[in-house]
């Protein structure tokens, strides 16, 4: 079954309280990193999985892509993401990723934003993607990082005076279902190794451009110190792919 924890009214009201349902893509902290890797979107068709609000779809248009696809399973999602949008040549679906459905090379570009960590088998995504996108297209995401997954807990280790320690790693080769906890509810996240994102990437056909790891910005730092600790582990990685080409080991 495909999860849509964010119809839950309570789990949704507590996303729309964060930061980045707040204040946008300036409130996802790692914002700065990932639209770095976002190829010039002028003219461009644009596919967004995974749209929640529609921050990316809307930012797409603001870079003056010709036309903007959002996708999400979620119902709430959907509807906030039409209210907040005011142009026709954004799209809303509610649909789950997994079950897309477009025609062979429609898009010139795919973006998802900490969506796949939630479905079961990115190796059935990246290849409907590679499908969907024109020659040369480009497919840039980001996801949980796998060391902020191997766990369940996805927490610090602490002192007995409630002091971050480290970071704990475990059972990271084990890929699969990770029972977690996210605003306080109980959802299904999927762990999978940072070998199998680009092994997975390859196997479908993309040449692998970039990789970021994601660290707080210093315009992040400046107003939230406590920020500091995001530098002692990466919480999100970002990929960016391009269709066609071969990737060449050393």
């Known amino acids: 079954m495909k999860q849509n924890k964010y119809d839950d009214p309570n789990f949704f009201l507590a996303y729309e309280q964060m930061a980045r349902s707040v204040k946008g893509l300036e409130g996802a902290g790692e914002w700065h990193m990932l639209k770095e890797l976002i190829p010039d979107l002028k003219n461009k068709t644009v596919l967004d999985l995974g749209c929640g609000f529609g921050w990316h779809c809307r930012y797409a248009r603001e870079q003056q892509a010709n036309f903007v696809v959002g996708v999400d399973i979620s119902e709430k999602m959907i509807q906030r993401a ?3 949008t005011n142009d026709l040549l954004i ?3 509610q649909s789950s990723i997994e079950d897309i459905d ?22 059935a995504i990246c290849k409907k993607v590679y499908d969907y996108l024109k020659p040369g297209g480009s497919f840039v995401f980001s996801v949980e990082h796998p060391i902020f997954t191997s766990r369940k807990e996805q927490d610090w280790h602490y002192d007995e005076q409630g002091n971050r320690l480290h970071w704990p790693v475990d059972n990271y080769q084990i890929e699969g279902i990770r029972e977690t906890l996210f605003l306080n509810e109980d959802v299904t996240k999927y762990h999978r190794t940072f070998a199998t994102y680009i092994n997975d990437l390859i196997d479908a056909g993309f040449m692998v451009r970039a990789v970021k790891e994601s660290f707080p910005s210093n315009e992040m730092l400046k107003g939230n110190p406590e920020l500091e600790d995001e530098n002692r582990r990466p919480m999100f990685l970002m990929i960016l792919a391009e269709k066609n080409g071969t990737v060449f080991f050393k």
């Open 91 to 93: 799209s809303y679906i």
């Open 102 to 123: 477009f025609q062979d090379s429609q898009f010139d570009v795919v973006i998802s934003s900490l969506a796949f960590h939630y479905v079961e088998s990115f190796q």
């Open 82 to 84: 039409i209210k907040m």
